[in-house]
T-cell receptor, first 115, second 114 residues
Framework: DQQVKQNSPSLSVQEGRISILNCDYTNSMFDYFLWYKKYPAEGPTFLISISSIKDKNEDGRFTVFLNKSAKHLSLHIVPSQPGDSAVYFCAASAVQSSGTYKYIFGTGTRLKVLA | DTEVTQTPKHLVMGMTNKKSLKCEQHMGHRAMYWYKQKAKKPPELMFVYSYEKLSINESVPSRFSPECPNSSLLNLHLHALQPEDSALYLC?????????????FGSGTRLTVV
């Protein structure tokens, strides 16, 4: 049962345009969401996060939007650059009975920014 | 130092071998994690250590044995693995075991079990 889903396995965007990566989740207990970027042969790199009490968080070229009623979040990259080409994972977390938070990752979207 | 260092980067082991994966961070992070990632799949959580104590074990088989000798080190001891255990093993750490902090991931150890 995949609680965090990224339905687009790949996305190609022209340099300078907007990249929109989508993520859907099923567990209403998730209260914190993150986006990670992963290059080949490297570990994931934290990009941006959003708490469930917000609907938008911005950091430079990256903006994350959260629609709690739709259980949907998206990552916007504007303008897209060739160096943004990577696999992007969204992750969601909820506190466990032990008091520790556990992140569940989506399946990833491979973004290719064309020069 | 803002990195999580994992060694070795690659490991090939037989099904009867005993080996260990190592993870080290000097950022003062108090939570450390082991993830397993198969090809074209998301990272899957295996273990969480919070303040050097095991706080989450995601029903991982006992052939995987984590150890946290101190706040900077995390080991994963491997014994009698199966070929299906071949994967990328990622270590991560976070400042506190809570949601306000993103993880810092290591580059991973690519394990092949033959």
């Amino acid at each position: 049962d995949q609680q965090v889903k990224q339905n687009s396995p790949s996305l190609s965007v022209q340099e300078g345009r907007i990249s929109i990566l989508n993520c859907d989740y099923t567990n209403s207990m998730f209260d914190y969401f993150l986006w990670y970027k992963k290059y080949p042969a490297e570990g994931p790199t934290f990009l941006i996060s959003i708490s469930s009490i917000k609907d938008k968080n911005e950091d430079g070229r990256f903006t994350v939007f959260l629609n709690k009623s739709a259980k949907h979040l998206s990552l916007h990259i504007v303008p897209s650059q060739p160096g943004d080409s990577a696999v992007y994972f969204c992750a969601a977390s909820a506190v466990q009975s032990s008091g520790t938070y556990k992140y569940i990752f989506g399946t990833g979207t491979r973004l290719k920014v064309l020069a | 130092d803002t990195e999580v260092t994992q060694t070795p980067k690659h490991l090939v082991m037989g099904m009867t071998n005993k080996k260990s994966l190592k993870c080290e961070q000097h950022m003062g992070h108090r939570a450390m994690y082991w993830y397993k990632q198969k090809a074209k799949k998301p990272p899957e959580l295996m273990f969480v250590y919070s303040y050097e104590k095991l706080s989450i074990n995601e029903s991982v088989p006992s052939r995987f044995s984590p150890e946290c000798p101190n706040s900077s080190l995390l080991n994963l001891h491997l014994h009698a693995l199966q070929p299906e255990d071949s994967a990328l093993y990622l270590c991560a750490s976070s400042q506190e075991p809570g949601t306000d902090y993103g993880y810092t991931f290591g580059s991973g150890t690519r394990l092949t079990v033959v």
